[in-house]
Nanobody, 124 residues
Framework: VQLQASGGGLVQAGGSLRLSCAASGRTFSSYIMGWFCQAPGKEREFVAAIYWNGGSKSYVDSVKGRFTISRDNAKNMVFLQMNILKPEDTAVYYC??????????????????WGQGTQVTVSS
């Protein structure tokens, strides 16, 4: 699976952005999809994940109620709608894919495929 993230940019605090991730391959619907972020000088952190059919989702506590992950299996796309953005959301955002869930969302080494990242900058 090859992943291509897009949609990042510069936005003021309180604003919104919608990140998109396009996936190649005919087996997209068999993968769990997720988003991670990495701020300068910090480790890559889990943000959100969505199961194969979109019926189950998981979020890190800091984005609950502000971010929404969704997917369109017909178009091989996964999205991250980011609302009420805060300066601390500033990071490079990566989409990721994995075939199975093995007890941890946040361990980046358990994710099989990664996109190249898209920069999100939130000004105060």
């Amino acid at each position: 699976v090859q992943l291509q993230a897009s949609g990042g940019g510069l936005v003021q605090a309180g604003g919104s952005l919608r990140l998109s991730c396009a996936a190649s391959g005919r087996t997209f619907s068999s993968y769990i999809m997720g988003w991670f972020c990495q701020a300068p000088g910090k480790e890559r952190e889990f943000v959100a994940a969505i199961y194969w059919n979109g019926g189950s989702k998981s979020y890190v506590d800091s984005v609950k109620g502000r971010f929404t992950i969704s997917r369109d299996n017909a178009k091989n796309m996964v999205f991250l709608q980011m609302n009420i953005l805060k300066p601390e959301d500033t990071a490079v955002y990566y989409c990721a894919a994995r075939a199975t869930y093995s007890g941890s969302w946040s361990t980046s080494s358990l994710w099989d495929y990664w996109g190249q990242g898209t920069q999100v900058t939130v000004s105060s």
